[in-house]
Each structure stands twice: as structure tokens, then as C-alpha cells.
């Protein structure tokens, strides 16, 4: 295992200050019209959120969900972000229903006391 922690975080390290050199060496060659003032709340929104999928149907979840925010903020009433929330519980279920990952109400004990 430690050995896995040390390959994983030499890669990090090594990506790490790569990209620092580029951005030293190259980040005056980005035009000031593009503005990158969003990068770093996105960085830091994708590391608090990317951790918590865990599973298939995490992702489906939230595959399904970002989507239809963006399609419900237009709508007369703005329920967007209530309606995506309805489709990435629904979205998400389906895959631990399909894999058998979660007790389906055909498997419970209904005589347990």
C-alpha cells in the first residue's frame, strides 16, 4: 500500500510542477480576453464534489442532475434545481436496482419481527 501512496503521489508531484514551469514559462501567451478568473473556484468545487463518487451510481446521479439544472434555471417557475434533484435520486437508483447492489422490495424479510 505504501508503495502505491508513493507511486500515486510522485505522479502528482511530477504533473505538478510541470504544469508549474508551463504556466511560468508560457502563461503570458494567454490573451487577457479569456479570462481565467473561474479556474480556480472550479478547481476547487471539482475537488470537494469528484470524491464523492463512489460508486456507478454516483456518477449516473450526477450525470443525470447537472444537465437538468441547467434545463430547469430557464423554466417559468425555476425549479430547476428541485427537478434535478428528483432526477438524479430516480437517475441514480436505477443502476443499484439493475446491478442488485441494494435490497429491492422483493428481497426484504416481511416475517422479521
Do not use: K, Y
Not at 479556474?39 to 464534489?49: D, G, K, Q, W
Not at 434545463?71 to 443499484?96: F, K, S, T, V, Y
Amino acid at each position: 500500500m505504501a508503495l502505491f501512496l508513493l507511486a500515486v503521489w510522485t505522479r502528482f508531484v511530477r504533473c505538478g510542477i510541470f504544469f508549474t514551469l508551463v504556466g511560468a514559462m508560457d502563461g503570458s501567451t494567454i490573451p487577457d480576453s479569456w479570462a481565467l478568473d473561474f479556474a480556480l473556484p472550479i478547481t476547487f468545487s471539482r475537488n470537494l464534489i469528484a470524491p464523492m463518487f463512489r460508486t456507478s451510481a454516483h456518477i449516473v446521479a450526477g450525470r443525470w442532475c447537472i444537465p437538468r439544472r441547467c434545463d430547469g434555471a430557464c423554466g417559468p417557475i425555476r425549479w430547476g434545481l428541485i427537478l434535478a434533484g428528483l432526477a438524479g435520486m430516480i437517475a441514480g437508483a436505477q443502476p443499484e436496482l439493475w446491478l442488485g447492489t441494494t435490497p429491492g422490495p422483493t428481497t426484504l424479510n416481511r416475517n422479521a419481527p
